[in-house]
């Protein structure tokens, strides 16, 4: 009977053991990438982007331990989309009568000029942004009717336009002979018009008739080549 119960005992030990050791080596849990319970991504509509997207976003993302992931997806597709931005939720819900509301921009798309632009109601987004994608279809000049390529921004602020620097006033003028490297005549005006006027009314007549003449008078050189010039500075060779 001893020797019964003894053997019981052992059984009983090892079952315990290998128990306690798979206990030991079994993985905890993985827990989701994304907490999706509690956040949700928005489109400028205020609706939230379909679930199936998150689920294969976040399967798409299995090394993913925070937002980031997500945030990078959510940049990228706002980047590629002018019209549609998303918003990262997290937390409580907000409604849409209490959601911020949304910027609109009609730009040009060459020149980044501005022609239409308002603040409105995230209620009112859907409607009338459907109506704007309408009409930046047909947007034209108002004078001549012509088709104006324009951009409609939403949620998004358009970039500024390039910041054209005009070009520095034209007051020297001078007639080179570019062979001899030898300026002739050089001056300087008040003003651009003066310096414009001189150019065109003397300096360029002057050079294309020493360039047709073959006639040594101490001034024009045979076969020399003539030029005029107007600039911000002073010409030298």
Not at 72 to 84: F, G, L, Q, S, V
Request: aromatic share 10%; hydrophobic share 40%; with cysteine.
């Amino acid at each position: 009977m001893k020797k019964i119960v003894f053997l019981a005992l052992i059984i009983c030990s090892l079952m315990a053991c290998k128990t306690s050791t798979e206990e030991d080596t079994k993985k905890p849990e993985e827990t989701p990438a994304v907490p999706t319970d509690n956040v949700r991504v928005r489109n400028s509509a205020w609706q939230i982007v379909k679930s199936d997207y998150l689920e294969k976003l976040i399967k798409g993302l299995p090394n993913i331990t925070s937002l980031d992931g997500l945030e990078k997806e959510i940049a990228a597709y706002n980047a590629e989309n002018t019209d549609d931005q998303w918003f990262l939720e997290e937390g409580e819900q907000v409604p849409i009568e209490e959601a911020p509301e949304a910027t609109v921009y009609i730009v040009d798309t060459a020149t980044l000029e501005i022609y239409f632009q308002a603040v409105i109601e995230r209620t009112d987004l859907q409607t009338r942004r459907d109506a704007w994608r309408s009409t930046v279809e047909v947007w034209s000049d108002p004078v001549t009717g012509a088709l104006i390529d324009v951009t409609l921004y939403v949620d998004n602020v358009p970039p500024e336009p390039p910041v054209i620097v005009p070009p520095a006033p034209r007051l020297w003028v001078a007639l080179l002979d570019m062979t001899a490297e030898k300026v002739y005549y050089s001056e300087h005006y008040a003003t651009e018009a003066e310096a414009i006027w001189r150019y065109q009314m003397g300096l360029t007549i002057q050079a294309e008739v020493y360039n047709l003449q073959d006639v040594d008078d101490g001034i024009d050189v045979p076969g020399d080549v003539w030029q005029a010039y107007i600039g911000e500075t002073e010409y030298s060779f």
